[in-house]
């Protein structure tokens, strides 16, 4: 037998004895972790009880004072955020974990940045995979369809044959989760978790140089960045099911534009963003839905900001929060919505 | 074009099939350079242009040199000034013009800055010494200049190594070029395993450990400790990443009957400068000694004085080849200085220590340096360096201590398949390339990532 066939063979059977070995549903292949934090967002809503959700990434985490806006407008509003999270982790958190709540919140404010709210693949792959796992239903055609099917033909072939392909970033997880518990464990007397805990600590945002992660981040979402067009782009997004999701379970949405560190420089907005905006704001306005958009808002300056997009946790997260009070308010002024 | 993209595997599965069916050697070079025109113009097609003519016009200056001897000096310089101010335009113009302002604003005279703000065409460093290259050795009648403007147009723009090397010598693989080739299967089965182990250093070793080195020099103010294992991280990245590239480019070179030079022979194991040299990015190193250190005397020069000079001018330049950055040209003067310095404590090219224990004391001071050597060329900035270097140094314990722990745990983890392979290719034990052949593929498989980094030296 010739050396190329071994070599496929001996990888054909490493493949499958693993596959047998990790037997999991495929979209269930969720580290622990992820599903511990969905868990614990399922908590917080339960025990909360919010009347307003305020739906999005690391930039509401950072910028905006819940409980502080909650008081302010008079409702019990609540952060459901996730870092790194885009439109696929907003979708599965809406279908999943906002409208089935009981009571479900009556307002469900979503943040969004630039056209990322019509771009269904953005941060679907490598550790935010385990995320949408995690807050996955057992059967998810739409997700799968708009995000995860794999647009190149290899891949989804690979895919299709090998079931483990999809696991791998849980095995990738549970390799570097496995050394760093038996790192610290050997070499500091670490309990299960802490290493890792400690290098979170160690890189979190603030201590990363401000300047290099804005433009790591401005390239990165570059990448995905080929070209956009609402009209064109919205049938294949998450937004039409996620207004009809939110008609159906008796929810009203309002969208919020935040303001990045580049729009801190007028006019460096591109033109077909600008574009992108009216045409998305327009076709919400169709269904009632208003947009709060804070890109161009001078009151929000550079001293607001820490590292990369995210405001600061002191000054800049205190001025938001006020602004966004200020212009929920009259959106939120409707009367079927009690106050608290 | 990408060598990890599927339109990359695509495009070499059509350039195959139709090459191999070509019987005429003529026509198989024609396709090939325009399959390699395709390949480097995919993104951006005007990178072609500028590389057209920088080639039209070097077969020309050579042709000249061989038909004018007499004035072949003036046609060398006009090709070396037109090579430079290629790269001097594409790659360097807005770092000088900004050292330029800095300068003149240390002086109290505030100039405005003129930047050209053009996109660095990939590769361009990399023909530009191969065609330039071809130049001085036609000169030096090394070489006869060649006639037929489409063979050393392939020389300049064979796509396999085009983008990042290896930097082919005119005197390899031109007769490569102009030699007929006929299909053999056993030149196919010796390609296989080149594209695994490339795929395996690139996609699952140089991207995954790429994660960790990148955060530790996104710190704002870096403990030394972890910048130390950053750099460690790094140093596993570079190697496999470009070495990575390098086993791609030779196996598709192969595929396509053409053999490419090896331009790693395990760094890692160096043991004094000039060992490290004959060993990391040889076709660079090589190319450094032939057309700028020996012909400025190399270590044959008179003086100690005048050999310090000749170290640090051809390994700064070294340096700045590699990127319009004052950190570059440090690591280049940094490796200059070592050199320079081993020669003068009679440690030169031949020497080799004696005895396991000095051998061993060798390798710890030469990975010492070669680490330190790392840790410039990686940071953002000498500045950033400057004060990761002068902060306090913090104790093991604490975050820092066990953050700087696990990155060089986790760069001895992804450095775990290179030891491998190097263990495998010198085991004699015939069912074991085949075996591990298969547990690269489970490896790529199932440990590559999702969102990759584009290979390091696409940038230089």
Redesign the interface.
């Known amino acids: 037998m010739s050396s190329a066939w071994i070599a496929t063979l001996s990888a054909l059977l490493l493949l499958w004895g693993l596959d047998l070995v990790l037997a999991e549903p495929r979209i269930a292949g969720a580290a622990s972790r992820a599903v511990a934090e969905v868990g614990e967002l399922r908590t917080l809503v339960a025990e909360r009880r919010p009347q307003l959700v305020l739906l999005g990434d690391s930039m509401v985490g950072e910028g905006v004072d819940a409980a502080a806006l909650g008081r302010r407008i008079g409702l019990r509003a609540l952060n459901v955020q996730k870092g790194g999270a885009a439109s696929a982790w907003c979708y599965l958190a809406l279908e999943n974990l906002i409208l089935p709540a009981q009571p479900p919140p009556q307002r469900v404010a979503v943040f969004y940045r630039d056209h990322f709210l019509t771009e269904p693949r953005f941060r679907v792959d490598g550790p935010y995979r385990q995320h949408l796992a995690a807050l996955s239903g057992p059967d998810e055609p739409l997700l799968e369809r708009l995000a995860l099917e794999p647009v190149d033909p290899a891949i989804a072939w690979v895919r299709r044959g090998l079931p483990l392909y999809d696991r791998r970033e849980a095995l990738r997880s549970g390799v570097h989760g496995a050394l760093m518990d038996g790192v610290g464990a050997a070499l500091f007397g670490l309990q299960r978790g802490a290493a890792e805990a400690s290098l979170t600590r160690v890189f979190a945002d603030g201590a990363l140089d401000p300047r290099r992660l804005g433009k790591r981040q401005l390239d990165a979402e570059r990448a995905d960045d080929d070209s956009f067009a609402f009209g064109r782009d919205v049938a294949d997004s998450f937004l039409p099911e996620m207004v009809r999701l939110a008609e159906e379970g008796g929810v009203s949405l309002v969208f919020v534009r935040m303001k990045r560190r580049r729009d801190l420089e007028p006019n460096r907005e591109p033109k077909e963003l600008a574009r992108y905006q009216q045409e998305l704001g327009a076709w919400l306005a169709e269904r009632g839905i208003p947009v709060v958009d804070f890109t161009h808002d001078a009151r929000l300056r550079p001293e607001h900001y820490a590292a990369g997009d995210h405001l600061s946790r002191g000054e800049g997260r205190r001025v938001f929060t006020e602004l966004l009070a200020e212009a929920l308010a009259p959106q939120l002024a409707d009367p079927r919505v009690p106050r608290s | 074009m990408i060598f990890t993209s599927?339109v990359f595997?695509a495009f070499l599965v059509v350039v195959l099939c139709a090459y191999w069916a070509i019987p005429h050697r003529r026509l198989q070079n024609g396709l090939l350079l325009g399959s390699s025109y395709v390949f480097y113009g995919w993104v951006h097609p005007w990178f072609c242009g500028l590389m057209a003519a920088s080639t039209v016009f070097d077969w020309l200056i050579a042709l000249a040199i061989e038909r004018w001897p007499a004035h072949k000096r003036p046609l060398l310089v006009a090709s070396v000034v037109a090579n430079l101010c290629l790269l001097g335009t594409f790659k360097y113009f807005d770092f000088f013009a900004e050292s330029v302002q800095r300068v003149m604003s240390g002086f109290g005279l505030e100039v405005t800055p003129i930047a050209l703000h053009v996109m660095l065409p990939v590769g361009i460093s990399f023909y530009t010494f191969q065609s330039l290259s071809y130049v001085i050795d036609v000169y030096r009648g090394d070489l006869a200049a060649r006639r037929r403007l489409a063979d050393f147009a392939l020389y300049v723009a064979f796509f396999p190594q085009l983008v990042a090397g290896p930097i082919e010598r005119a005197q390899r693989l031109l007769p490569q070029i102009e030699a007929p080739r006929r299909f053999r299967a056993a030149v196919f089965?010796s390609a296989?395993p080149l594209f695994l182990r490339g795929y395996l250093k690139k996609l699952v070793v140089a991207d995954?450990v790429a994660v960790f080195a990148?955060?530790v020099f996104?710190?704002?103010?870096p403990p030394l400790l972890?910048l130390a294992a950053g750099t460690l991280a790094f140093a596993v990245q570079i190697y496999a990443d470009f070495s990575g590239y390098t086993d791609i480019a030779r196996g598709s070179a192969r595929l396509l009957g053409f053999e490419l030079i090896d331009n790693f022979r395990a760094p890692f194991l160096a043991l004094s400068p000039s060992d490290y040299w004959r060993r990391w990015h040889i076709s660079l190193s090589s190319w450094i000694r032939d057309y700028l250190y020996i012909p400025l005397g190399g270590s044959r020069v008179g003086s100690r004085g005048r050999f310090g000079v000749v170290c640090l001018a051809t390994f700064g330049l070294s340096g700045l080849w590699h990127g319009a950055a004052w950190h570059f040209v440090a690591w280049g003067l940094f490796h200059g200085a070592l050199l320079f310095a081993y020669h003068q404590l009679g440690m030169g090219s031949r020497w080799q220590p004696r005895g396991r224990a000095r051998t061993l004391l060798a390798w710890c001071a030469m990975s010492a340096f070669t680490l330190a050597g790392w840790a410039l060329f990686r940071a953002?900035s000498l500045a950033w360096l400057a004060s990761a270097l002068a902060a306090p140094v913090a104790g093991l314990?604490g975050?820092?201590?066990?953050?700087s722990?696990?990155i060089a745990?986790?760069a001895a983890?992804y450095a775990l398949p290179l030891a491998l392979l190097a263990a495998g290719e010198r085991s004699r034990a015939p069912?074991l390339?085949?075996?591990g052949?298969?547990?690269c593929?489970?490896l790529v498989?199932?440990?590559h990532?999702?969102?990759g980094q584009d290979f390091i030296y696409f940038r230089f």
């Open positions: 599927t595997a089965t296989g995954n990148d955060q996104l710190l704002e103010h972890l953002p314990g975050d820092a201590g066990v953050a722990a696990l745990a986790f983890l069912w390339s085949p075996l052949a298969g547990l593929l489970v498989l199932l440990f990532r999702d969102v």
